[in-house]
């Protein structure tokens, strides 16, 4: 089970809304954090009865968590992702992604990280449904690729300057992002 509340708050929910992010990006991410993305785990708990499987690993039935966070895919993805910042991820919760978005990132650097995160459950959505409706099956290593197209446009397009930090260039260029120095 998705391990939040139905209509729980979350203090950093207004941060997946910016000018830097497409609002259909953020949409799938606001449903998500909301419990209301049809996975087959919300569709059964709203009386749609049907044999639950992952149509991205095929081998667990389809619960949101273990879609975005359990799933095969899903990890490749996250471990790329702690790779960038240089560090292990580990999100049991929604909170989870927000204690690190919210860390002492430059302003930029925090636009790069929040478009990661969003974008990255994008990637698993969009695949999970062109799985299950195209028969289409994205690898996780094409996957990276549209992951850091998207993000780069936002990190490109915002006029946050970035601080001077080794690891804050490494993320930037991970990403294909020019580094914006501080005026």
């Known amino acids: ?33 909301h419990n209301k993305l049809p996975s087959d785990e919300n569709l059964l708990f709203r009386g749609c009865y049907f044999p639950s499987m992952c149509s991205v690993c095929k ?13 095969a895919f899903a990890l490749n993805l996250w471990a790329w992702f702690g790779s960038i910042l ?3 991820i580990q999100i049991n919760s929604m909170d989870d992604i927000g204690i690190i978005m ?17 974008n ?8 999970r449904n062109q799985s299950r409706f195209q028969d289409k099956f994205l690898g996780w290593r094409p996957a990276i690729n549209l992951i850091i197209a998207k993000v780069s446009l ?30």
């Open 1 to 33: 089970m998705f391990k939040q509340g139905i209509g729980q708050n979350f203090h950093w929910a207004k941060s997946i809304w910016s000018p830097e992010i497409p609002p259909s990006k953020s949409l799938v991410v606001w449903r998500l954090m």
């Open 59 to 71: 081998s667990c039935s389809e619960t949101t968590y273990h879609l975005f966070f359990e799933c």
């Open 86 to 88: 240089n560090s292990s």
């Open 102 to 118: 919210n860390k002492n990132w430059s302003p930029q650097c925090k636009v790069v990280i929040k478009a990661c995160f969003i």
């Open 120 to 127: 990255i459950l994008n990637v698993i959505w969009f695949n």
């Open 154 to 183: 936002s990190g490109n397009n915002t006029i946050k300057s970035s601080s001077i930090s080794m690891q804050e260039f490494s993320i930037l260029k991970a990403c294909n992002v020019s580094v914006k120095p501080p005026r």
